[in-house]
Every structure is written in structure tokens, then in C-alpha cells.
């Protein structure tokens, strides 16, 4: 699973940004919503909803919307809209996997929106299991390098369940198994260890390297059409980007 931590840290600035405009937010209050609603209330019982909400506060979200997204599911709250999670397969312009997750109260709209990316894209549809068969669902956390020591975050991270441990610039990622995500960020908050991402997310077991700049731009493009529709939850890539084309993104975005 190595490899990750770079899509994470780009995953992690953009989210940065997005949630400073709310979108984030939103979105994770959707999926909250629906957690709540299917498997109850309480992050305690309710595994996947803990790890939502430790989602929600990686990126900063508000204690109060987290907690509006729980009551609509919970019924304590308003909420008349009944979601339903859709998953598209398919390849991403230049042949790399894709995984697209949607929650929407309107299939019709939302197949139809994300036709219109993939097309204009020039990315296409994959036939249901023929792309996902190649991910695997994981937590994947990642931890500042400064202030931190390889050693120290990798035997805490090991001795909590993870599965494996790589360093990436300046930033430790740590994966897990679903079951053992909260495991070790509980661990590291009790150890007092900032954590700069965290979430129960689906990873490629072999991703495409992207050393091209241009090709990156294409995908990131791409990328962003589908997470700026309001129906698209997660877009899970099968590609990762080397260190030159990382490089080449920073350098544009400073």
C-alpha cells in the first residue's frame, strides 16, 4: 500500500481549502447523516460513525455541525431527504482506476452529471467490480515529520495495529485495516501526536505513478470537477504522483 501518503497530502491541502468555502463540511455532514441514521447515534457503538466524525474534526469542522448531522439522522433533527449511495467504476483520462462514491435523493441527476465529467474528461465507465476488485478499504493517517521521530510514530503505530508505516517527505503515513483505524489515532492523541489527516478511505493496490506534470494537471482537473458536484462524496484514485511532478504542483501553487 505504499505510496498513499503523497494523494493524502494533496488530498489534505485541497480539503484545506474547500473547507474554508464549507463544501467539505458538508459533505461530511452528509455522510454523517447517513451513518447516524443506519447504525445509530452513538460514536461509541457505532464504528463507522466514529470514524467520521474523527474525519469531520481532521479537518476542522465545527462541534455544533457535527453534531446537527447526527441528530438529523437520529431523527431528532429535520431532515426529509432520503439518501442513497451510488458507486461508479471507471478510468480516469489516460487509463488510471477510479473510484467515484455519491449520496443522492436522485439517481437519474446524479448518473447523469457524472457521465457528463467522465465524458468531458474523456474518461470512461468500467462494467461494476471490474476496477474495485483492485482496492481495498483502509484507514490512512498521516503525521507531521517535524517535532516527530521515525521511530517513536512507527512503534506506536505498529504496537496499535497498523499495517504499514512509510515516511514521505515531510510527512509519516500510517495504514490500517478498518477496524484497527481508530485503535491508533486514539493512540496518537493520547500521546499528544498532531495528526494532519485521517480516514477510513479505499486504496489501490498497485496505483498508476503519474511522472508527467501535464498528465497530473489532467487528472487533478478531473479530480475536481467530480468532488465540486454536490452529490459526489469520495473519489478514489488508482494513481499517485512522483516526486517531480508533486514538486511541479507545489511550485504552481505557491
Not at 443506519?38 to 460513525?49: K, Q
Not at 480516469?92 to 468531458?120: Q, Y
Not at 462524496?233 to 514538486?247: A, C, I, W
Request: hydrophobic share 40%.
Amino acid at each position: 500500500m505504499a505510496g498513499h501518503s503523497k494523494w493524502a497530502n494533496i488530498k489534505h491541502r485541497k480539503g484545506a481549502a474547500d473547507a474554508k468555502r464549507g463544501k467539505i463540511f458538508s459533505k461530511i455532514a452528509r455522510e454523517i447523516t447517513v451513518c447516524a441514521r443506519n447504525g445509530g447515534g452513538d460514536p461509541g457503538a457505532n464504528i463507522t460513525l466514529r470514524t467520521l466524525v474523527q474525519k469531520a474534526r481532521s479537518v476542522n469542522m465545527p462541534a455544533d455541525n457535527i453534531d446537527r448531522a447526527i441528530k438529523k439522522g437520529t431523527g431528532e433533527g429535520k431532515d426529509d431527504i432520503q439518501l442513497e449511495e451510488i458507486i461508479y467504476e471507471g478510468y480516469a483520462p489516460g487509463g488510471a482506476a477510479v473510484i467515484v462514491a455519491a449520496l443522492t435523493e436522485n439517481k437519474n441527476r446524479t448518473a447523469s452529471d457524472v457521465r457528463h465529467i467522465f465524458t468531458k474528461a474523456e474518461a470512461n465507465f468500467a462494467t461494476q467490480g471490474s476496477v474495485s476488485r483492485s482496492f481495498h478499504r483502509k484507514g490512512l493517517i498521516t503525521v507531521p515529520t517535524e517535532g516527530n521521530t521515525e521511530d517513536a510514530i512507527m512503534e506506536l503505530a505498529l504496537e496499535n495495529g497498523a499495517e504499514d508505516f512509510e515516511v514521505d517527505g515531510d510527512h509519516f503515513s500510517i495504514t490500517t485495516a478498518p477496524n484497527d483505524f481508530m485503535t491508533v489515532v486514539d493512540a496518537l492523541n493520547a500521546a499528544e501526536i498532531a495528526i494532519s489527516s485521517s480516514e477510513v478511505t479505499m486504496l489501490c493496490e498497485a496505483p498508476t505513478m503519474i511522472d508527467d506534470a501535464k498528465n497530473a494537471r489532467r487528472l487533478m482537473r478531473f479530480v475536481d470537477a467530480l468532488e465540486d458536484n454536490d452529490d459526489v462524496q469520495n473519489v478514489y484514485p488508482g494513481f499517485t504522483f512522483s516526486e517531480d511532478v508533486l514538486t511541479a504542483l507545489e511550485t504552481e501553487e505557491d
